[in-house]
């Protein structure tokens, strides 16, 4: 079955770096668009930033342009979110998705079918 795994959150300061991984297994990994979504307490889950699996292309949420980066190495079924100048308003649960069919970015919420776990994020002031 279908699974992701994500890894990487913690606690840090404002300014501070954290990288995230989400650990995919079940399906053939280099066939799927990917994504990253966040979701703080008390808000809607919202998307932070995709990777297509036909040309590696990324996408962006305005609000992380210039300081996170988003990768997926398909030889270890892992796709990244590096995360540099955290806000506090970084704070949340970050979650790892995977697309249905199409491929395209950044889609809506109901076109990632897969979901892993999630892992937060704190960023402290």
């Known amino acids: 079955q279908v699974q992701l795994v994500e890894s990487g959150g913690g606690l840090v300061q404002a300014g501070g770096s954290l990288r995230l991984s989400c650990a995919a297994s079940?399906?053939?990994?280099?066939?799927?668009?990917m994504a990253w979504f966040r979701q703080a307490p008390g808000r809607e889950r919202e998307y932070v930033s995709g990777?297509?699996?036909?040309?590696?292309?990324?996408h962006y949420a305005d609000f992380v342009k210039g300081r996170f980066t988003i990768s997926r190495d398909n030889a270890k079924n892992t796709v990244y979110l590096q995360m540099n100048s955290l806000k506090p308003e970084d704070t949340a649960v970050y979650y790892c998705?995977?697309?249905?069919?199409?491929?395209?970015?950044?889609?809506?919420?109901?076109?990632?079918?897969?979901w892993g776990q999630g892992t937060q994020v704190t960023v402290s002031s």
């Open positions: 998705a995977r697309r249905g069919s199409g491929w395209s970015l950044p889609g809506v919420l109901s076109d990632y079918i897969y």
């Open positions: 079940g399906f053939t990994f280099s066939s799927y668009t």
């Open positions: 990777i297509t699996w036909i040309s590696g292309s990324t």
